[in-house]
């Protein structure tokens, strides 16, 4: 009976603790999908902000591309932005596996799984590909080259502009998004 009573208690404290660990997994889940909806909306309006040089965004060009370039780490977030439009232009999501191959693109996403690429940031840049505005929320991505930075503090998500680095693209970016950033350079 004592034996019985034991390995009761042993299944009972082990679904227990299977049933917590999925609910911790799921919460994190949750509050990381939240992150990167907001995140999304952050890319929308960001370029919302910002001017291209012409060759950038020639007039027969229909769509405004954002490029997710590494692990997708929006999901179904970037869902709605396809739905949006920037200067008159519909916003198209292409995905692309690395930083060695992007096409043209208005806005690049730089995923943390690029981390260990942030060097090729500066020869994409100057390489001869049109303007593109580069964001992540990889630490360092200003330092590295990039021109916004997403990042979290206490809980809320703001940005670092490297206004600097944009201009020597030709990008402006607009006095409104400049004040609402938390540093620029």
């Keep these: 009976m004592l034996r019985l009573f034991r390995l ?3 299944l009972f404290l082990f679904w227990t603790s299977l049933w917590v660990v999925s609910r911790v997994a799921d919460v994190q889940a949750e509050e990381c999908n939240h992150e990167y909806h907001l995140k999304a909306a952050f890319l ?3 370029a919302k902000f910002i001017t291209w040089p012409e060759q950038a965004l020639p007039a027969d060009q229909q769509d405004f591309v ?10 179904s977030a970037l869902d709605g932005v396809e739905s949006k439009t920037v200067g ?8 692309v ?19 260990d690429n942030l060097s090729l940031i500066d020869r994409w840049a100057t390489g001869g590909q049109k303007a593109a ?3 992540s929320d990889v630490f360092n991505f200003i330092e590295a080259g990039g021109h916004i930075q997403l990042i979290v503090t206490d809980n809320r998500l703001s940005f670092v502009v ?23 350079y």
């Design 97 to 115: 596996k690395s930083l060695k191959n992007v096409p043209t693109c208005q806005m690049l996403f730089i995923s943390p799984s690029e981390a």
């Design 66 to 75: 954002l490029c997710v370039v590494g692990k997708d780490v929006f999901g």
């Design 133 to 135: 505005v580069m964001v």
């Design 44 to 46: 929308v309006n960001f």
């Design 8 to 10: 009761f208690l042993f």
């Design 162 to 184: 490297n206004h600097t680095a944009m201009r020597k693209l030709g990008l402006q970016a607009n006095s409104s998004l400049l004040s609402l950033a938390s540093t620029v």
């Design 88 to 95: 008159g232009r519909t916003v198209r999501v292409v995905r």
